[in-house]
């Protein structure tokens, strides 16, 4: 029932995709109804991961006798893709791979209706975010055998049906971006 929804779960149809308004960005995410000011977009629960699993290594010895490759951790020749859909920091070893439906579509925008935060205590999905994650170092975050961080997509200002979802990606990817349409 929608009361039994409000109290236990959140809705996740608040976005659906359609061809973005920003040049060559291809898909973009688009509120489905009225979202006001300061309210949950998305619930984002996240997959956290060691950076080294996003790695390409080519191959660089070949044992003849056992005929097999042998790949070296500091021999990294380009990065898996899925890194494009990460949280993450360059200074860190843990990547936050988001997995709420419609969080993919939402795009860079100088200008952002939306943010992300942290779940909040009052969220009813809060049961599945441990804040003392947070204060963990790296190691500790990655020896947990399960997801146990949330984030929360939340509207800056009124969105109207129809608007497109933006985020602000930071200086590190805008820069990186203009690095390679040049």
């Known amino acids: 029932s929608p009361s039994w929804l409000h109290q236990n779960?959140?809705?996740?149809?608040?976005?659906?995709?359609?061809?973005?308004?920003?040049p060559n960005a291809g898909r973009g995410g688009f509120a489905t109804r009225r979202i006001p000011a300061h309210a949950v977009i998305l619930p984002v629960p996240l997959i956290h991961m060691h950076t080294s699993l996003l790695e390409i290594h080519n191959p660089i010895q070949y044992d003849y006798e056992r005929e097999r490759y042998y790949y070296l951790p500091d021999h990294t020749t380009a990065q898996q893709q899925l890194l494009n859909y990460c949280f993450g920091h360059a200074n860190s070893s843990v990547a936050l791979f988001p997995y709420s439906p419609g969080i993919h579509y939402v795009n860079h925008h100088a200008n952002p209706n939306a943010y992300l935060r942290w779940m909040t205590p009052s969220s009813p999905l809060s049961q599945f975010h441990h804040d003392d994650w947070l204060t963990q170092n790296a190691t500790r975050v990655l020896e947990q055998t399960k997801p146990g961080l949330q984030m929360e997509l939340v509207a800056l200002r009124d969105v109207n049906p129809g608007d497109e979802i933006f985020i602000d990606y930071g200086r590190d990817w805008d820069e990186a971006y203009q690095t390679h349409v040049r």
């Open 9 to 22: 779960g959140q809705c996740v149809d608040t976005i659906k995709p359609g061809l973005s308004t920003m």
